[in-house]
């Protein structure tokens, strides 16, 4: 069993800034894709970021040149540094980590999810 935590939400103001963290812990050998995701009110939940194993990097275009995903390996933390923020970033923010075992296999677990709200 892997669990999953999220910190680093909050409400701040538009144009500024916060940073996510999603720790792992429990049955981890090691971790393959890990991906931000957020859900608005009334929207589907879309991904916003993804980061390799390699360490390549997917963003979607609403939040391409604002946002920067990053993992640490040694710590199983993926971390959403999001600059400029916008009223429409408002939304709970999901991590979701691809986790190979110790026994060799492959699961795909969720984060509980975190609340960002961007508002003057």
């Known amino acids: 069993q892997v669990h999953l935590v999220e910190s680093g939400g909050g409400l701040v103001q538009p144009g500024d800034s916060l940073r996510l963290s999603c720790t792992a812990s429990?049955?981890?050998?090691?971790?393959?894709?890990m991906d931000w995701y957020r859900q608005a009110p009334g929207k589907q939940r879309e991904k916003v970021a993804s980061?390799?194993?390699?360490?390549?990097?997917n963003y979607s275009g609403s939040v391409k040149g604002r946002f920067t995903i990053s993992r640490d390996d040694a710590k199983n933390t993926v971390s959403l540094q999001m600059n400029s923020l916008k009223p429409e970033d408002t939304a709970v923010y999901y991590c979701?980590?691809?986790?190979?075992?110790?026994?060799?296999?492959?699961?795909?677990?969720w984060g509980q999810g975190i609340q960002v709200t961007v508002s003057s």
């Open positions: 429990g049955n981890i050998f090691t971790m393959m894709s």
């Open positions: 979701n980590v691809d986790v190979v075992t110790g026994e060799g296999l492959q699961y795909d677990y």
């Open positions: 980061i390799a194993r390699s360490g390549s990097t």
